[in-house]
T-cell receptor, first 113, second 114 residues
Framework: ETGVTQSPTHLIKTRGQQVTLRCSSQ?????VSWYQQALGQGPQFIFQ???????GRGNFPPRFSGLQFPNYSSELNVNALELDDSALYLC????????????FGDGTRLSIL | DQQVKQNSPSLSVQEGRISILNCDYT??????FLWYKKYPAEGPTFLIS?????DKNEDGRFTVFLNKSAKHLSLHIVPSQPGDSAVYFC?????????????FGGGTRLMVKP
């Protein structure tokens, strides 16, 4: 069973730039959720994708957007990067409408200079 | 508005003793609760969960208790081991249009001393 994998592991960008983070879901899972974890805080829900469409969104501005592909992998795109976007970005996969827990990848550490 | 709170940022326990990690929530629509453990440079790992229709769930050394009237849950680890040293996150979920999104607490860093 292949777990959730994320790339890259680390990334450094400057303010105003755009970034794309990638996630491969665990085999057998059909939803992907993205979370932002700022230093010293718990993960905050950004959005979830199911059937290649957004299936729920947290309190994040539109410059945070995503995609899901037919193989259930996903991308998180952030435009016009701000200093406060510096965080660990976590991807989690699960099976829709299941009580099985979400499985997380190891995250991408994004630093904005 | 923080709907899930872990009021103790850190906890230190001697090896072999019990560790008790606490979590409070405010949203009465939450119907499923989970605990995740996180080591540095790794993603959160699922530990144990409990449905709102139960008040206790046990898995080996780990037991989660849920008090719905108080909107409080706790994770008991007994006996604690040095390998349990990690950050523990409480998370809650409710069935809504956002699928199974999780609302996390801020985490408690557990240190188990040999």
């Amino acid at each position: 069973e292949t777990g959730v994998t994320q790339s890259p592991t680390h990334l450094i960008k400057t303010r105003g730039q755009q970034v794309t983070l990638r996630c491969s879901s665990q085999s057998g899972h059909n939803t992907v959720s993205w979370y932002q974890q700022a230093l010293g805080q718990g993960p905050q829900f950004i959005f979830q994708y199911y059937r290649e469409e957004e299936n729920g969104r947290g309190n994040f501005p539109p410059r945070f957007s995503g995609l899901q592909f037919p193989n259930y992998s996903s991308e998180l795109n952030v435009n016009a990067l701000e200093l406060d976007d510096s965080a660990l970005y976590l991807c989690a996969s699960s099976l829709i409408n299941s009580n099985q827990p979400q499985h997380f990848g190891d995250g991408t550490r994004l630093s904005i200079l | 508005d923080q709907q899930v709170k872990q009021n103790s940022p850190s906890l230190s326990v001697q090896e072999g003793r019990i560790s008790i990690l606490n979590c409070d929530y405010t949203n009465s629509m939450f119907d499923y609760f989970l605990w995740y453990k996180k080591y540095p440079a790794e993603g959160p790992t699922f530990l144990i969960s409990i449905s709102s229709i139960k008040d206790k769930n046990e898995d080996g050394r780990f037991t989660v208790f849920l008090n719905k009237s108080a909107k409080h849950l706790s994770l008991h680890i007994v006996p604690s081991q040095p390998g349990d040293s990690a950050v523990y996150f409480c998370a809650a979920r409710h069935d809504n249009n956002a699928g199974n999104m999780l609302t996390f607490g801020g985490g408690t860093r557990l240190m188990v001393k040999p």
